[in-house]
């Protein structure tokens, strides 16, 4: 093995959110496309972690353990990687996370019900596309369970139709300010990094004083590389980045049969996932063979 791992890919879901693949799964698939290294950042949950060291050794693919912390802003979606914290259950983090996780069931059941009323869908067909009980249940849940039941064809129909957030079944859920989980990621000893900030998907763009906000509050790095930004985007979000003295970060957002995203489609510099495990205070590290 190099001594720095030289495809490395920063942002990656497993089936313990909303990815479709285990967390074994995720990682030969890494090892097949020829990743060095890969970060497992499922939604707002560390219960993928205990399978990282096991998977790490039978593919030799590094593993950096990280969490995508869900954020809102004046009703924008904000992600946040956080990348090598600690696990703990004690931490602000983990109640921050802890939160979020049940008020999003919440808001699934809500919004399950409502769907009910027009389209052939149950819980029942929800939790049968979860993986576990400590699985966080979202929005691509109820679209796996809309394409089992033959309403849509895949998750980018449903949700550009009936999971859309202007539309009629959209339900809000509690997610915390973003500065709020910048700071909480760095109490907890990890490295904050604003995910896929120019997103198209997203209602709208994140405001400038946002993440001059974010940089304020301790933001570690930009994820400028990813499907979702055009060139342009990725221009102004470099140099937002170098201006600020932000770590420059790629990854491909992979969640398997999910989305069209492959892994290994957008990459991080070697020296930027030195300088992640070199700013890390928590006891959390990179996995290697």
Not at 39 to 59: K, S
Not at 242 to 248: E, F, S, W
């Amino acid at each position: 093995m190099p001594a720095h791992p030289a495809r490395i890919d920063l942002h990656a879901h497993s089936s313990w959110s909303d990815g479709t693949q285990s967390v074994h799964e995720l990682w030969a698939q890494a090892a097949q496309e020829g990743l060095s290294a890969l970060a497992l950042t499922d939604h707002d949950t560390v219960a993928g972690w205990q399978e990282l060291p096991e998977a790490v050794a039978r593919t030799g693919v590094v593993a950096v353990p990280g969490i995508e912390v869900s954020a809102e802003h004046e009703r924008l979606s904000v992600h946040v990687l956080a990348l090598l914290v600690d696990p703990s259950p004690h931490t602000d983090l983990a109640r921050e996370l802890d939160r979020a996780r049940r008020s999003r069931t919440e808001r699934a059941e809500r919004m399950v019900e409502a769907i009910s009323a027009d389209h052939p869908i149950t819980w029942q067909d929800v939790r049968a596309q979860v993986a576990g009980e400590t699985t966080t249940v979202g929005r691509p849940h109820i679209a796996d369970a809309l394409i089992s039941s033959g309403v849509v064809r895949d998750r980018t129909e449903a949700f550009e139709q009936i999971l859309h957030p202007s539309g009629p079944y959209y339900v809000r859920y509690y997610a915390p300010a973003p500065t709020v989980a910048v700071r909480a990621i760095l109490d907890a000893g990890g490295v904050p990094v604003l995910a896929h900030p120019g997103s198209v998907s997203r209602d709208g763009e994140l405001p400038l004083g946002l993440l001059e906000a974010m940089v304020e509050a301790g933001l570690a790095g930009l994820e400028v590389d990813h499907r979702e930004h055009d060139p342009g985007t990725r221009a102004r979000l470099r140099d937002f980045a170098r201006a600020h003295r932000l770590l420059i970060t790629g990854g491909s957002d992979y969640h398997g049969a999910g989305k069209p995203n492959r892994l290994g489609e957008n990459l991080t510099q070697p020296h930027v996932l030195d300088a992640i495990a070199h700013r890390a205070t928590s006891t959390t590290e990179v996995i290697r063979p």
